[in-house]
């Protein structure tokens, strides 16, 4: 599992924090962590039935009644002819949505996996659309490539990662789906159809993002980098001087995001930028942070009337003016980090410039409402771009990721945050949750959302690819 939850970088104040939270032990009354509700496995195998499908968070799950892995493009073409029922593809699971459950037919793109050529002149290469993105970065630098950005967890594979338009942070930078300059897409009646902006455009546009509602992608050409080396700096600072200075600070650096902290005026900045020969690493990650912040939390929050600022005064003490960790080495290996806390995520990226405006209310929300949560808030800039169902289609986005923890309900705090988004014309991540259909959506992608629609009843007219989920984000009621 990958990602690090990056908010303590220096270890004499992580041991503060950590004698802080044994404070739990001893202060935390019945009742004061939240119940738990939903189980991390919500269903059990029953030995000789059907083996469950159940994704990375525990809130997705189906029961196929077959499961297929083509080993080549003439495979998947066929199996997706004669496939039953809905068909859906599955990668790593690690969306929290409803995109991959059918109770009919799943086919997996494990097996689709590789580097499949590559062009040293334009620095492109072919890749196989099941590649796992930790896969994929060695691949890369074998042949003096790298992806230009990438998300700060890399098992998803390429094809999901494309189809639900996962992205990092960078001024500069656009989604993974902006990087997809070719692709090839084996449609449910059996066809293989190659695309780009000069062959099939429109059928390119709607592939490049289309939460697998056209069919599977087995191949992608990406547009990439020169191999290359970063330095990322982590540090602990106020949120609203962040928050005021966030334009500058994104033009100061390659990539730059933070995560803002719920009940305190506090959050961890995340700085990249190319390495230098002099850079060296520093201090070490704490891939647990965010079981000692719950810990911390559940040990404070409950003080009648000062719990708020008794939590905000331990992580002052433990965090204000800590030192900085600082991370060093190739492009693939510093963006992703380690991920070893489970949570469900809801995220909506709004128009840059009300970025700052949408996180400050969510936070005085949190605050004001007494919401239970101390779960870091990310904060990142994404650049435009002209997929037709890209989060970033037409406008900069500010993508602000709300979690809770996995073995928590999820649904009353995200109700009542979701709303905020939808103030500021929010577009909901493909692969996170959120509770928006046809009519909604459709307002939010005024310039392609019946082109996209065309499409997809030209390569789909029986609706094979869609569940329950997509039936309801594209208004489908047959």
């Not at 004669?82 to 459950?101: D, E, L, T, Y």
């Not at 392609?448 to 094979?464: I, N, Y």
Request: overall charge neutral; charged content about 20%; aromatic content about 8%.
């Amino acid at each position: 599992m990958k990602k690090s939850t990056r908010y303590f970088p220096s270890n004499p104040r992580r041991t503060f924090l950590r004698s802080a939270a044994a404070l739990t032990a001893m202060t935390l009354l019945p009742g004061c962590d939240q119940t738990k509700s939903d189980p991390q496995s919500p269903v059990v195998f029953t030995p000789g039935k059907p083996l469950p499908w159940i994704n990375w968070a525990g809130n997705q799950t189906c029961t196929p009644t077959a499961r297929l892995a083509p080993a080549s493009e003439d495979q998947l073409v066929s199996m997706l002819k004669n496939a039953k029922g809905i068909v859906r593809a599955v990668g790593a699971s690690h969306s929290f949505s409803g995109v991959v459950p059918s109770n009919d037919t799943l086919i997996s793109t494990d097996l689709l996996s590789g580097v499949i050529s590559h062009d040293a002149a334009s620095v492109q290469a072919d890749i196989w659309a099941g590649t796992r993105m930790h896969a994929l970065g060695p691949m890369l630098a074998a042949i003096d490539q790298a992806l230009p950005n990438q998300p700060d967890m890399d098992y998803p594979a390429m094809g999901g990662a494309i189809a639900c338009c996962a992205h990092a942070t960078g001024k500069d930078f656009g989604s993974m789906s902006s990087y997809v300059v070719g692709l090839t897409l084996a449609t449910p009646s059996g066809e293989l159809i190659e695309c780009s902006r000069s062959q099939h455009p429109e059928i390119f546009q709607a592939a490049r993002t289309s939460i697998g509602a056209l069919g599977v992608i087995s191949r992608l050409k990406l547009q990439n980098h020169r191999a290359f080396r970063l330095v990322e700096t982590n540090r602990v600072e106020k949120t609203d001087d962040v928050l005021d200075a966030f334009a500058e600070r994104c033009a100061q650096h390659r990539h730059f995001e933070f995560l803002a902290l719920p009940h305190t005026s506090l959050c961890a900045s995340v700085t990249t930028d190319i390495a230098s020969d002099t850079d060296q690493p520093s201090g070490e990650e704490d891939n647990n942070a965010a079981h000692t912040l719950r810990k911390v939390y559940n040990a404070l929050s409950w003080l009648p009337g000062i719990g708020d600022a008794a939590y905000e005064k331990v992580l002052t003490m433990a965090l204000g003016g800590a030192g900085k960790e600082i991370r060093v080495g190739p492009s693939y290996e510093v963006f992703p980090h380690v991920r070893v806390v489970r949570f469900r995520e809801m995220e909506y990226t709004v128009p840059a410039e009300h970025g700052p405006a949408c996180l400050r209310e969510i936070l005085h929300t949190i605050r004001s409402k007494k919401i239970p949560v101390c779960f870091p808030l990310e904060f990142r800039l994404v650049k435009a771009d002209d997929i037709w169902l890209s989060m970033f289609e037409g406008r900069d986005g500010v993508a602000i990721s709300v979690h809770q923890f996995g073995d928590l309900d999820y649904k009353p705090y995200f109700a009542q945050i979701e709303p905020i988004f939808w103030k500021y014309q929010g577009r909901p991540h493909w692969g996170k949750i959120h509770t928006l259909g046809a009519q909604q959506l459709a307002a939010l992608y005024p310039h392609h959302w019946q082109d996209f629609q065309e499409v997809r009843r030209q390569l789909d007219p029986e609706g094979r690819m869609l569940n329950d989920h997509l039936k309801n984000l594209f208004g489908v009621t047959s």
